[in-house]
Protein backbone atom coordinates (compact mmCIF):
# COMPACT_ATOMS: atom_id res chain seq x y z
CA UNK A 1 0.00 0.00 0.00
CA UNK A 2 2.83 2.70 0.66
CA UNK A 3 0.95 4.66 2.63
CA UNK A 4 1.25 6.20 6.31
CA UNK A 5 3.03 3.64 8.13
CA UNK A 6 0.46 2.45 11.07
CA UNK A 7 1.39 3.31 14.60
CA UNK A 8 3.16 1.06 16.55
CA UNK A 9 4.08 -1.66 13.15
CA UNK A 10 7.39 -2.91 11.89
CA UNK A 11 7.69 -1.35 8.66
CA UNK A 12 10.29 -3.35 6.43
CA UNK A 13 11.05 -2.04 2.72
CA UNK A 14 12.61 -4.37 0.30
CA UNK A 15 15.17 -3.71 -1.90
CA UNK A 16 16.18 -5.25 -5.18
CA UNK A 17 15.81 -6.90 -8.47
CA UNK A 18 13.56 -9.34 -10.06
CA UNK A 19 14.01 -12.19 -6.39
CA UNK A 20 12.75 -9.70 -4.44
CA UNK A 21 10.19 -8.30 -6.46
CA UNK A 22 8.57 -11.83 -7.46
CA UNK A 23 9.14 -11.93 -11.13
CA UNK A 24 7.05 -15.04 -12.41
CA UNK A 25 5.61 -16.19 -8.40
CA UNK A 26 2.77 -15.78 -8.15
CA UNK A 27 1.67 -12.82 -5.40
CA UNK A 28 0.46 -14.39 -2.52
CA UNK A 29 4.25 -16.85 -2.75
CA UNK A 30 6.93 -13.68 -3.01
CA UNK A 31 9.66 -13.58 -0.83
CA UNK A 32 7.26 -9.97 0.27
CA UNK A 33 4.71 -11.77 1.73
CA UNK A 34 5.69 -14.92 3.00
CA UNK A 35 8.10 -12.73 5.00
CA UNK A 36 5.42 -10.38 6.06
CA UNK A 37 3.35 -13.41 7.12
CA UNK A 38 6.02 -15.17 8.73
CA UNK A 39 7.53 -11.98 11.23
CA UNK A 40 3.56 -11.33 11.69
CA UNK A 41 3.47 -14.69 13.17
CA UNK A 42 6.54 -14.54 15.23
CA UNK A 43 6.46 -11.20 16.57
CA UNK A 44 4.83 -9.24 19.47
CA UNK A 45 3.97 -5.87 16.90
CA UNK A 46 2.36 -5.80 13.43
CA UNK A 47 4.90 -5.77 10.76
CA UNK A 48 3.96 -4.80 7.69
CA UNK A 49 6.62 -5.80 4.35
CA UNK A 50 6.84 -2.79 1.83
CA UNK A 51 8.05 -4.36 -1.68
CA UNK A 52 10.14 -1.81 -3.92
CA UNK A 53 11.70 -5.32 -6.08
CA UNK A 54 11.62 -4.49 -9.69
CA UNK A 55 13.51 -5.10 -13.10
CA UNK A 56 16.09 -2.37 -12.17
CA UNK A 57 19.50 -3.59 -12.85
CA UNK A 58 21.55 -3.56 -9.06
CA UNK A 59 23.93 -0.22 -10.20
CA UNK A 60 20.00 1.46 -9.96
CA UNK A 61 19.07 0.82 -6.66
CA UNK A 62 20.94 3.36 -5.03
CA UNK A 63 18.70 5.89 -7.11
CA UNK A 64 16.00 4.46 -5.33
CA UNK A 65 17.42 4.87 -1.74
CA UNK A 66 15.20 8.14 -1.03
CA UNK A 67 11.43 6.48 -2.38
CA UNK A 68 12.51 3.71 0.17
CA UNK A 69 13.38 6.32 3.41
CA UNK A 70 10.08 8.41 2.33
CA UNK A 71 8.49 4.93 3.35
CA UNK A 72 9.59 5.66 7.06
CA UNK A 73 10.97 2.07 7.39
CA UNK A 74 12.49 0.75 10.73
CA UNK A 75 14.31 -1.87 8.43
CA UNK A 76 15.63 -2.01 4.63
CA UNK A 77 16.65 -5.11 3.37
CA UNK A 78 18.22 -5.45 0.02
CA UNK A 79 18.48 -8.97 -1.58
CA UNK A 80 21.13 -9.64 -3.56
CA UNK A 81 21.47 -12.95 -5.92
CA UNK A 82 24.71 -13.85 -7.87
CA UNK A 83 23.12 -12.15 -10.99
CA UNK A 84 22.85 -9.09 -9.49
CA UNK A 85 26.63 -9.89 -8.78
CA UNK A 86 27.44 -10.86 -12.07
CA UNK A 87 25.79 -7.92 -13.98
CA UNK A 88 28.22 -6.62 -17.15
CA UNK A 89 30.08 -3.30 -16.14
CA UNK A 90 28.06 0.14 -16.58
CA UNK A 91 28.03 1.59 -19.90
CA UNK A 92 29.37 4.78 -18.31
CA UNK A 93 32.61 2.68 -17.76
CA UNK A 94 33.23 1.46 -21.03
CA UNK A 95 32.42 4.47 -23.06
CA UNK A 96 34.58 8.24 -22.72
CA UNK A 97 31.03 10.09 -24.70
CA UNK A 98 28.43 11.34 -22.77
CA UNK A 99 28.43 12.52 -18.61
CA UNK A 100 27.95 9.57 -16.15
CA UNK A 101 24.78 10.91 -14.82
CA UNK A 102 23.58 11.49 -18.30
CA UNK A 103 24.80 7.59 -19.44
CA UNK A 104 23.08 6.49 -16.05
CA UNK A 105 19.85 8.68 -17.00
CA UNK A 106 19.71 6.72 -20.39
CA UNK A 107 20.34 3.44 -19.08
CA UNK A 108 17.42 3.94 -16.70
CA UNK A 109 15.46 4.68 -18.76
CA UNK A 110 15.99 1.90 -21.05
CA UNK A 111 15.66 -0.31 -18.10
CA UNK A 112 12.35 1.20 -17.61
CA UNK A 113 11.07 0.59 -20.92
CA UNK A 114 12.20 -3.11 -20.63
CA UNK A 115 9.99 -3.46 -17.71
CA UNK A 116 6.74 -2.08 -19.36
CA UNK A 117 7.91 -4.23 -21.97
CA UNK A 118 8.10 -7.34 -19.67
CA UNK A 119 4.96 -6.48 -17.77
CA UNK A 120 2.97 -7.06 -20.92
CA UNK A 121 1.30 -10.11 -20.41
CA UNK A 122 2.18 -11.40 -24.13
CA UNK A 123 5.71 -10.98 -23.46
CA UNK A 124 5.40 -12.85 -19.76
CA UNK A 125 3.53 -15.70 -21.62
CA UNK A 126 6.08 -15.88 -24.42
CA UNK A 127 9.21 -16.08 -22.25
CA UNK A 128 7.32 -18.41 -19.92
CA UNK A 129 6.82 -21.06 -23.06
CA UNK A 130 10.34 -20.83 -24.38
CA UNK A 131 11.81 -21.41 -20.72
CA UNK A 132 9.81 -24.62 -20.15
CA UNK A 133 12.18 -25.57 -23.31
CA UNK A 134 15.29 -26.77 -21.17
CA UNK A 135 17.82 -26.46 -24.22
CA UNK A 136 16.07 -22.80 -24.56
CA UNK A 137 16.47 -22.31 -20.87
CA UNK A 138 20.12 -23.56 -20.80
CA UNK A 139 21.18 -21.43 -23.60
CA UNK A 140 19.49 -18.37 -21.56
CA UNK A 141 21.23 -19.57 -18.49
CA UNK A 142 24.89 -19.24 -20.81
CA UNK A 143 24.49 -15.93 -22.46
CA UNK A 144 22.92 -14.47 -19.60
CA UNK A 145 26.45 -13.30 -17.60
CA UNK A 146 25.99 -16.77 -15.39
CA UNK A 147 27.05 -16.57 -11.66
CA UNK A 148 29.90 -18.73 -12.44
CA UNK A 149 32.41 -16.17 -11.88
CA UNK A 150 31.24 -14.73 -8.86
CA UNK A 151 30.20 -18.25 -6.79
CA UNK A 152 33.94 -19.92 -7.90
CA UNK A 153 36.22 -20.29 -4.93
CA UNK A 154 38.52 -19.09 -5.25
CA UNK A 155 37.08 -16.19 -7.25
CA UNK A 156 38.10 -15.68 -10.85
CA UNK A 157 39.38 -12.29 -12.05
CA UNK A 158 35.87 -11.96 -13.51
CA UNK A 159 34.38 -12.57 -10.19
CA UNK A 160 36.86 -9.98 -8.03
CA UNK A 161 35.97 -7.42 -10.35
CA UNK A 162 32.37 -7.85 -10.38
CA UNK A 163 32.41 -7.98 -6.27
CA UNK A 164 34.53 -4.79 -6.55
CA UNK A 165 32.03 -3.23 -8.80
CA UNK A 166 29.26 -4.43 -6.41
CA UNK A 167 30.97 -3.23 -3.67
CA UNK A 168 30.85 0.48 -5.08
CA UNK A 169 27.24 0.04 -5.37
CA UNK A 170 26.83 -0.66 -1.98
CA UNK A 171 28.94 2.43 -1.17
CA UNK A 172 26.76 4.73 -3.04
CA UNK A 173 23.47 2.99 -1.51
CA UNK A 174 24.89 3.05 2.19
CA UNK A 175 25.80 6.77 1.56
CA UNK A 176 21.76 7.81 0.39
CA UNK A 177 20.56 6.04 3.08
CA UNK A 178 22.50 7.26 5.98
CA UNK A 179 22.03 11.10 4.85
Do not use: W
Not at 44 to 58: A, D, K, W, Y
Not at 118 to 123: G, H, P, R, T, V
Amino acid sequence: PCGPKPRDTVRVVLMGTSITMGLYVPSEETFAVRAEEALNRLCSRPVEVQNMGSLLRMRFQPELAGEALGLSPDVIVLTVVPFDIQEPPAISQQSDSGSPAEITRIELARDKLKLKLAESNLIVAAMHFMLLDKQILYQTYLTTGSSRDVMSFPPTASGERSFAEFDKILDRLMAKVER
